[in-house]
Structure formats: structure tokens, C-alpha cells
């Protein structure tokens, strides 16, 4: 992270406040919705000015397993920055994404990648259409934007996810990490301990980055 990326973690920090200040009154899909109408792209996320989530997304992609994928789908897709670099390992991506505005968006940016689609969908109410469809699942900086978030719909998720993959397929679940005591990472602790809780996932590999933590598991 250079000096310069300080900004993007501010940006992102008040995107988070304003979505955070408006859900009570708005709910949680409007409430995203409004932060997407207002910015093309409310998190910086691929922002030129800053290298740290163009980097963060290599090596995301990186992390899986050396083999082609058929079919992958990119939960909480925002504007689709992951399921362009999921595009060239797998026939087929599917991104899905709560804001509405996110994915006029995303499919803008990947106009010129035909094995991309983007569907409209809240994560915490899949079509049960999706299940067992899937060898690739993706789930990154998503899963704290669900709010509350008990332990109870953190297992419920973990067990939604592993329903989505044929056997053997493999989901990459990843989330801010900071410096283990603060609040953000503790919450990631706990989003993760849910994934390695359930019994349909086993842990295939860990890394832990300046500033992520990456799960890799297996159905
Ligand atoms: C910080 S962005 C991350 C986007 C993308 N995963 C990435 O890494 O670039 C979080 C995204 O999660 C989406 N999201 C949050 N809650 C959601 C839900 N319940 N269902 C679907 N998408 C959701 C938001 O709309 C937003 O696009």
C-alpha cells in the first residue's frame, strides 16, 4: 500500500458512514442503492488514483486453485472489478449484487468481456434456481454490509454459499483485516469463523494480507 492508497480507505470509511446513517431509514438495499446513485463508484475501488484494490484483486485472483472454472458467481459483485479477473478463469461468471446501480455499472465496465452476466439479487435471498450450479463462488468485503449481523445468519450464509457449489467446487471468501484487535477485523474474525464452522466447507488455505484476510474452502 503506498501513501497515496490513505485515500482510498478514507473514501471508503465515508461511504460506509453514509450507508451505515441511512439504513435505518431507508433499509439496507436502498440504503446501498443511494450510495451507488451518488457515485459511480462510491469505494474507489477501481479508481485509478489508487493501487491497492486493483492489487488486492490480482492476488485474490491468484489464490485460486490452478484449474479452469466452468461456471463462477461473484456475491455482492459492487461494479464487478473481481468478476472481470474471475472472466478469464472461468467459462462463465455470473455477478449479483443488491444495488441496481451497481450493475448498470459493471456491466458498462464489462461490455467487452462476453462471459460476464449481472443479476439483481439480495445474497441473503437467493433464488434456490442457484443451487449446486456453481464450481467458483466469490464473497469479497460483502458479508459486513448485512446488518445485524449474528453469529446465527453469519452459519446461515456460510451454509447458503456451500449450497451453491457442485462438490468439490471452491469459494473464495475474503474481508478487511486490519490489525486483529480493532473492531473491523474482529468482525471478519467472526465472518470467517462461520465459513470454517460449517460442515458442508473444509478450509483449503489461508492468507493473511496487509489489509485482508483470504479463505479458501472446498465443498
Ligand atoms: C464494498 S462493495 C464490494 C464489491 C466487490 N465485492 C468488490 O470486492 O469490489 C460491497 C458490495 O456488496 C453489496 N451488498 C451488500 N449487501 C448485499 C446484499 N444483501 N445482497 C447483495 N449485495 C449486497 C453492495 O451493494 C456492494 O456493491
Redesign the pocket.
Known amino acids: 500500500m503506498s501513501a497515496r492508497d490513505i485515500g482510498l480507505f478514507l473514501q471508503?470509511a465515508r461511504t460506509d458512514a453514509k450507508i451505515e446513517k441511512r439504513r435505518a431509514k431507508l433499509g439496507?438495499?436502498a440504503a446501498?442503492?443511494s450510495v451507488?446513485a451518488e457515485s459511480a463508484d462510491p469505494?474507489a475501488?477501481g479508481s485509478s488514483r489508487y493501487r491497492y484494490?486493483a492489487r488486492k484483486?490480482e492476488v485474490l485472483a491468484s489464490l485460486l486453485p490452478n484449474r479452469r472454472f466452468s461456471h463462477a458467481l461473484?456475491?455482492?459483485?459492487?461494479?464487478g472489478?473481481?468478476s472481470r479477473h474471475l472472466a478469464s478463469r472461468a467459462d462463465q461468471v455470473l455477478g449479483?449484487?443488491?444495488?441496481p446501480s451497481?450493475l448498470v455499472e459493471a456491466a458498462r465496465r464489462s461490455a467487452d468481456l462476453p462471459n460476464i452476466s449481472y443479476a439483481c439479487?439480495?445474497?441473503?435471498a437467493l433464488p434456490e434456481a442457484l443451487d449446486g450450479q456453481f464450481d467458483l463462488v466469490?464473497?469479497?468485503?460483502?458479508l459486513y454490509?448485512?446488518s445485524p449481523l449474528p453469529d446465527a445468519l453469519l452459519k446461515a450464509m456460510a451454509m447458503r454459499v456451500a449450497r451453491l457449489l457442485k462438490p468439490g467446487g471452491v469459494c473464495l471468501l475474503?474481508n478487511h483485516y486490519f490489525f486483529r484487535a480493532d473492531p473491523e477485523s474482529r468482525r471478519s474474525t467472526r465472518i470467517h469463523d462461520a465459513f470454517r464452522w460449517c460442515p458442508a466447507l473444509s478450509i483449503t488455505a489461508e492468507h493473511r494480507k496487509p489489509f485482508y484476510l483470504a479463505t479458501l474452502l472446498q465443498a
Not at 461473484?74 to 461494479?79: E, H, I, N, P, Y
Not at 439479487?121 to 441473503?124: A, K, L, S, Y
Not at 466469490?138 to 460483502?142: F, G, L
Open positions: 471508503s439496507q438495499a446501498l442503492e451507488y469505494w475501488s484494490q484483486y461473484d456475491l455482492g459483485c459492487g461494479l472489478l473481481l449479483v449484487d443488491i444495488a451497481a439479487h439480495d445474497i441473503t466469490t464473497v469479497a468485503d460483502v454490509y448485512l475474503a
